[in-house]
DNA sequence: GCCTTATTCAACCAATCAGTTGTATAGTGA
DNA sequence: TCACTATACAACTGATTGGTTGAATAAGGC
């Protein structure tokens, strides 16, 4: 059985495609087969196919089995805990800003010190 | 129109290299330079420095100068945006789960009735 | 002015990736 | 059975990626 959980790598490696990200968008509004999810794009079907396996491995989306379409439809558990992921992960940063914040109140080494790098030739 | 606004498809995949969320992780905690964040991996400086290369081109870390030192740190507002695509993302997908459970009213987790188009035969 | 430290740039390499075409499998309907 | 539809598998290709080594750049200390 291939990681049915969530596996962040191919999660976010999922996600990180804008043509897999608009097939999840799709998928949001309810399950499509895969000519279905192919036809807004100019993509071969086995292009498409292919996306779908990789939203799949990742966790985030389920085939299903009607006659010889197999539609796809989301995972909503995946998606929640990747959202869950990065929510833990902001708290951490902000809090993490706090603190930062308290320490340096006015002194520290400015935000962007514009070094205007003159580039030396060879 | 912010054009530093978050990149989906880069955020995404600088995140979906483990290595970078360590890093980022570690970012978390405060400011490090590339020595710092590079002792715990078994990695050259180099490839560090091109870590943090990807993340910065995410909008997710910004770097500073201090001395020859140029230490790293998170952009919060990335990471927000970021959350925030996924959480409405989320609630898209939600929605569209009780709509289908309307319809369908079955167990999720069988394979076989996943569409109101059912047509199956045999 | 050298050294030393911190970091990046440049070139390269192997592995992976997103796409293709062509073929094969699975299921329906006659 | 045979034709048709929907999808997957296999092999290939060019681009990208994660890593390396080696050299260059930037800044401070002596």
């Given at each position: 059985m291939r990681t049915t959980a969530l596996d962040l790598d191919?999660?976010?490696?999922?996600?990180s495609d804008p043509t897999r990200r608009a097939i999840v968008s799709r998928l949001a509004r309810g399950p499509a087969t895969v000519g279905?999810?192919?036809?807004p794009f100019d993509l071969t079907l086995q292009a498409v196919s292919k996306h779908l396996a990789v939203?799949?491995?990742?966790?985030?989306?389920?085939?299903?089995?009607?006659?010889q379409r197999r539609p796809a439809r989301l995972s909503g558990p995946a998606l929640g805990d990747l959202t869950g992921w990065l929510l833990d992960f902001r708290a951490h940063v902000t809090e993490?800003?706090?603190?930062?914040?308290?320490?340096?109140?006015?002194?520290p080494q400015t935000p962007s010190p514009p070094t205007p790098r003159a580039r030396r030739k060879r």
């Open positions: 191919a999660a976010f490696g999922a996600l279905e999810l192919a036809e939203l799949t491995r990742a966790g985030l989306v389920e085939r299903g089995r009607d006659a993490g800003y706090e603190r930062l914040d308290a320490l340096l109140a006015d002194d």
